[in-house]
């Protein structure tokens, strides 16, 4: 899977806007009742680019091309390292040893696997993952159905894609320099 370049950096602060699917229904009384739907949450993000030089313009215009819009999923790494908590980073099949860490440059990592920290029984390998990402590789499987998480201080990695799927240049430059350059987060699952 491709990742969005890295190069040229937009004007910070980048908005990275955490998305929940939580259903909320009204009840009698004044009461509501909600129902989480998803155990991880989405990222959303938007970019504003100072003035670009023609080739930084075309990184951007090109990379969005070969997306065909919105249509394929990406990698977006975050500009500055952060320390994020509980992050999805698989689910258990009682085969597999080794799975990509949702972030880069990581350090100070906690695993857990159904939501139990891991004090051994693991290490951590640099890069090697989808877009250069950091890896957990297990002495022994998680079982099938096991939840594997991670805290960790890093870049953050997340799935995206492009949120317009209609954009001509002349929309997508005022994306860039305006309103910002939407990506919209998916799954972390895949």
Do not use: H
Not at 33 to 61: C, G, H, I, M, N
Not at 76 to 86: L, M, R, S, V
Not at 97 to 104: M, R, S, V
Not at 138 to 167: K, N, Q
């Amino acid at each position: 899977m491709a990742t969005f370049p890295a190069d040229p950096v937009p004007v910070f602060p980048v908005l990275l806007t955490q998305r929940w699917k939580t259903v909320v229904t009204a009840m009698d009384g004044q009461n509501e009742q909600r129902k989480k739907k998803a155990s991880w949450p989405k990222y959303d993000v938007s970019l504003t680019f100072d003035v670009l030089a023609q080739s930084e313009f075309r990184t951007l215009w090109d990379f969005y091309l070969a997306r065909g819009g919105a249509f394929e999923e990406f990698w977006f790494f975050t500009y500055e390292t952060d320390t994020w908590p509980a992050q999805y980073v698989g689910t258990g099949d009682g085969e597999t040893t080794t799975f990509d860490l949702p972030g880069k440059s990581t350090s100070t990592q906690t695993i857990y696997v159904d939501g139990e920290a891991q004090g051994s029984g693991f290490s951590i390998l640099t890069g090697g993952g989808g877009g250069s990402a950091d890896r957990v590789q297990f002495s022994a499987a998680p079982s099938a159905g096991a939840v594997i998480s991670a805290a960790f201080t890093g870049y953050l990695r997340c799935r995206m894609r492009f949120e317009d799927d209609t954009m001509d240049r002349d929309y997508f430059t005022v994306a860039l320099y305006r309103t910002g350059l939407r990506l919209k987060g998916l799954a972390p699952d895949g």
